[in-house]
């Protein structure tokens, strides 16, 4: 099985980032957890590499849990791939969205109703859907802090 860590990014005046992934898909950003590393660090990494939002301007809010789902096929010669994809709630006030991986060409923030839509996937469609009460509830909660 295949361990995959990632993050949703909530920005409470642009909404949620969402990545384009290979020209052909889109998706949260996230990746493989590399060997010895966190599932969280990993998110942090992901979301870095594939928005351009430097880790500085990001704050952790909370776990979301994990889903399972199988790799998207490009073409019939790919493999089926298990994966176990554990996402993590950030929040920032960055606005600029700037990808340096360049199999991530295009990050995009979205308005939180409309991601669901244009996630490719229906387990990341269906998991992103779930999380919108909690994601909904940070992004209160945070708000009233800043007053």
Do not use: C
Not at 32 to 43: I, L, N, R, S
Not at 51 to 77: C, Q, S, V, W
Not at 87 to 113: C, G, K, Q
Request: hydrophobic share 35%.
């Amino acid at each position: 099985m295949i361990h995959i860590a990632g993050g949703v990014v909530y920005n409470p005046t642009h909404g949620v980032a969402v990545v384009n992934q290979n020209n052909n898909s889109w998706s949260l950003p996230k990746g493989h957890v590399e060997h010895g590393e966190e599932p969280k660090d990993t998110a942090i990494r992901e979301i870095w590499e594939e928005t351009g939002i430097p880790i500085e301007k990001l704050d952790f809010i909370a776990p979301l849990g994990f889903y399972e789902r199988m790799r998207i096929k490009l073409n019939h010669d790919d493999p089926d791939e298990l994966r176990t994809i554990t996402m993590y709630l950030f929040r920032t006030e960055h606005e600029v969205l700037n990808p340096h991986d360049s199999t991530n060409p295009e990050a995009r923030w979205v308005p939180i109703h409309e991601v669901s839509a244009l996630l490719t996937h229906p387990k990341d469609r269906e998991f992103f859907t779930k999380s919108i009460p909690t994601i909904e509830k940070y992004a209160a909660r945070t708000s009233d802090n800043e007053r």
